[in-house]
């Protein structure tokens, strides 16, 4: 476990020497904001409103206390997605789309010898491949996370009128009752962390991919176990750290 997190310290720390020129940066940069945010937001829009949607119908099934509110669904469903569900299970599915492609892509030039290349001309291919790899993911999944929210929220509201008795507005009202601005700090930076995470154990497991293509599979499903294994553990230690106050 020491030796693992040593190399993996000593693979990130090796992304910032002898860097490629600045222009040259941006582009990838540019072009992975491209593949990892954009590509992944019809996927992330489709999970979020059914998401929002199941959401809402489970706790209105479940509301038959006459001492609850119906407006209690609105509030449960916003404090559910801003605080879990947009940041932590859409990271998992991310993390799945993502982070497999990543670790695929970086173990295909590997074992194709395409990064050993790299190197022999004097290009530092940490610098090159997996840095604006780490980037791009930090920079495009705060915005995902944000869209998912808005939309998990707006797919409860569907849900809310068009398959519960609950009337829209009470889960409207639920929504605007005592709404915390803080809970959406959290999430960003729930998101950030889970940008970094997702990205750089994918690098890590797919550029030091060894052996053939069945090697790259499972360099593949290594990244995805264990980013999900990492997100979990830093979901449990980010809410202690920044809502710990409230307990």
């Not at 998401?51 to 469903?77: E, H, N, R």
């Not at 599915?93 to 001309?121: H, N, W, Y």
């Amino acid at each position: 476990m020491i030796k693992a997190l040593g190399k993996y310290a000593l693979f990130l720390s090796a992304m910032f020497g002898n860097p490629v020129p600045y222009r040259m940066f941006l582009s990838r940069v540019a072009k992975e904001c491209m593949q990892i945010g954009v590509d992944s937001l019809f996927i992330i829009c489709i999970i979020s409103i059914f998401m929002g949607g199941a959401t809402c119908i489970q706790l209105a099934s479940q509301l038959k206390s006459p001492f609850i509110t119906k407006d209690f669904v609105g509030i449960a469903v916003r404090n559910m997605t801003i605080s879990e569900l947009a940041p932590t299970v859409i990271g998992i599915v991310f993390t799945g789309k993502i982070g497999s492609s990543i670790a695929s892509e970086l173990g295909s030039m590997r074992i194709t010898e395409q990064i050993d290349a790299l190197e022999i001309m004097g290009v530092n291919a940490n610098n090159y491949l997996v840095l604006p790899k780490i980037i791009a993911t930090i920079f495009m999944y705060p915005f995902l996370v944000i869209i998912a929210m808005f939309l998990s929220i707006y797919g409860g509201f569907l849900a809310c009128k068009w398959l519960t008795s609950i009337p829209p507005q009470a889960y409207i009202n639920g929504l605007r009752n005592e709404f915390e601005p803080y809970d959406i700090h959290v999430a960003l930076y729930k998101s950030l962390v889970y940008g970094f995470i997702i990205s750089s154990i994918a690098c890590y497991k797919g550029f030091l991919t060894r052996g053939g293509s069945l090697d790259v599979g499972k360099s593949s499903t290594k990244a995805v176990t264990h980013s999900c294994i990492a997100i979990l553990i830093a979901d449990l230690f980010l809410v202690y750290v920044l809502l710990g106050h409230r307990i």
